[in-house]
């Protein structure tokens, strides 16, 4: 079978298991989305603090520029000419805020990719929750050293593993997200950072992609909630999300942050970010951090949803954040209950296998700041009708 035979073959199975994607452009209008010319409330986007849709902020950065700072690629990578003035400023404020050094990068998928790629030789033992992210996973298969999971936020199970090779390696790190993209659940930090402390060769990678400008008064998230902000030693934050701009930083030890420099292939090996980007990431941090009150909003709604939920007796709900997941299990259950959510005038994608385990079909509930009361209300009448319908 050739190429396009074979890729044919692919698409056929797996429109036939009802797992084939399609990209479709789309229209975003504030907390509404556009899709084949109707207008549905948007529960499908990562923009959790409605960030991104303020286009009276967008105006507001465009306003604060000069026209030399209009440039739109950075035409280099960090280590030859792309790490300009921009790069250094949008450095700072993310030091001061986690006291850590920070290292950009395009995207969190490149970041922890090529991070842990790079952090890990023949000496080091890298230990993922079950449940991390692809880019994770894709770090590991990239390592030189060995990789194993634990069972996700079974914090015992994870220090069998650590007992059983703690002698066997000079360093184990551990992987996990702050906040796990597809369940919305949290990790431990606590736990994890009592770990930390009983075996001295042990290191903390928090994937904070979910969670950053989301907790804490500062937004830094977490990890900085928790107390433990300089008990972890790497913190993977991305920009595409609750700041509402792009490319992603890995908060470190300036050890740390010289050594990827030199060795990680993600950095070296790609253009860096437009310092028009860098100078906007700049804004939304500065102004993310002083507008708590957004972080309120969503931690309201998304408790009043969770409630919601709760009421109903769905007893697989575990979600701690503003990510709900209906699981439905199968597959065409999922794309059927999209449907039915469109109907309602709301948009949430299904989300199907490889993204989360067989037989874990599900809609992703995304919430954020910017959906109205009278919204939030709709959305719990349908979410309640929903699970009569699809989940008794």
């Known amino acids: 079978m050739g190429l396009y035979e074979s890729m044919t073959a692919h698409l056929n199975a797996i429109s036939k298991a009802g797992l084939r994607r399609t990209v479709t452009s789309k229209r975003q209008n504030g907390s509404k989305i556009i899709v084949d010319a109707k207008e549905y409330v948007n529960l499908s986007s990562n923009d959790y603090l409605g960030l991104a849709s303020n286009l009276e902020l967008s105006q507001n950065f465009f306003d604060s520029l000069s026209s030399s700072d209009l440039r739109m690629s950075s035409s280099g990578s960090p280590l030859l000419t792309g790490a300009h003035e921009a790069y250094d400023k949008a450095a700072l404020i993310m030091e001061e805020l986690f006291n850590k050094k920070a290292l950009f990068f395009n995207s969190g998928f490149a970041a922890n990719s090529g991070v842990i790629a790079a952090l890990s030789d023949e000496k080091t033992l890298i230990v993922a929750d079950k449940l991390s992210h692809a880019s994770m996973i894709d770090g590991m298969s990239l390592s030189k050293g060995k990789c194993l999971r634990y069972r996700h936020n079974d914090y015992e199970h994870l220090e069998r593993i650590i007992v059983s090779n703690k002698d066997l390696y000079d360093s184990i790190i551990v992987v996990t997200e702050a906040v796990f993209s597809m369940d919305g659940d949290r990790c431990s930090i606590d736990a994890l950072c009592a770990l930390k402390k009983k075996y001295k060769n042990l290191y903390l990678?928090?994937?904070?992609?979910?969670?950053?400008?989301?907790?804490?008064?500062?937004?830094?998230?977490?990890?900085?909630?928790?107390?433990?902000?300089?008990?972890?030693?790497?913190?993977?934050?991305?920009?595409?999300?609750?700041?509402?701009?792009?490319?992603a930083c890995l908060l470190c030890s300036e050890t740390s942050r010289d050594y990827l420099i030199n060795v990680c292939r993600s950095l070296i090996f790609s253009t860096a970010l437009a310092p028009l980007s860098f100078l906007h990431n700049a804004f939304m941090i500065e102004y993310m951090q002083k507008h708590n009150e957004m972080r309120e909003r969503l931690h309201s709604i998304s408790s009043f949803i969770q409630n919601a939920i709760d009421e109903k007796g769905i007893c697989h709900n575990v979600s701690e954040s503003q990510i709900i997941p209906l699981i439905v299990f199968e597959n065409q259950m999922a794309l059927e209950a999209s449907a039915y959510f469109r109907e309602k005038g709301f948009y949430a994608m299904p989300i199907r296998h490889p993204t989360v385990p067989k037989g874990q079909a599900r809609l992703r509930l995304s919430l954020t700041a910017s959906l109205s009361d009278g919204e939030v209300e709709l959305l719990k009448?349908?979410?309640?009708?929903?699970?009569?319908?699809f989940m008794k």
């Open 205 to 247: 990678y928090i994937d904070e992609a979910h969670s950053f400008c989301l907790f804490n008064d500062n937004g830094a998230g977490l990890c900085a909630l928790s107390g433990h902000l300089n008990e972890v030693d790497f913190i993977l934050t991305t920009f595409g999300k609750g700041l509402g701009s792009q490319g």
């Open 381 to 389: 009448e349908t979410i309640r009708d929903f699970i009569d319908r």
